[in-house]
């Protein structure tokens, strides 16, 4: 089976599997509900969605010539993307909002330069600021 054939293979599975068990996301919800139940700790549909990938290549391991555990493998990848972006969100998006947070306050900035009486970006007031001259 070539590559191609996995991949249309995968998404004719996700079609059939959505007409018997309904929609991904809720079958995922209830099992990271399960999941949290059960660890007694919170569990995400995006972790469910990597352990499953996870079983699926352990099957691999030990037959890894057997078509489905290929084909549900890229299923269950392609289900941990889309829950990716729902639980992490747009990760440049999130540093940028961190950096503008946490970054100096350009007010800050100035008034430390401003305390600057030789010229040269010293503080006259630091003991190995260079003398002016």
């Given at each position: 089976m070539s590559h191609t054939d996995i991949l249309t293979t995968a998404a004719s599975t996700l079609r059939e599997r959505g007409h018997?068990?309904?929609p991904v996301e809720l079958a995922f919800d209830r099992a990271s509900k399960l999941a949290?139940?059960?660890l007694n700790k919170?569990?995400?549909m995006y972790d469910i969605a990597i352990v499953m990938s996870c079983v699926k290549q352990a099957r691999?391991?030990?037959n890894p010539t057997l078509v489905d555990s290929w084909v549900d493998d890229v299923n269950y990848t392609a289900i941990a993307g889309q829950f990716a972006q729902a639980q992490f969100g747009n990760i440049e998006d999130d540093i940028?909002?961190?950096a503008r947070r946490f970054a100096p306050k350009r007010e800050n900035m100035n008034a430390?330069?401003?305390g600057d009486t030789?010229?040269?970006g010293a503080h006259?007031?630091?003991p190995d600021a260079p003398s002016g001259g």
């Open positions: 018997q068990y309904g949290s139940i059960r919170p569990v995400s691999q391991t030990e940028a909002a961190m430390e330069s401003s030789n010229g040269n006259s007031d630091r």
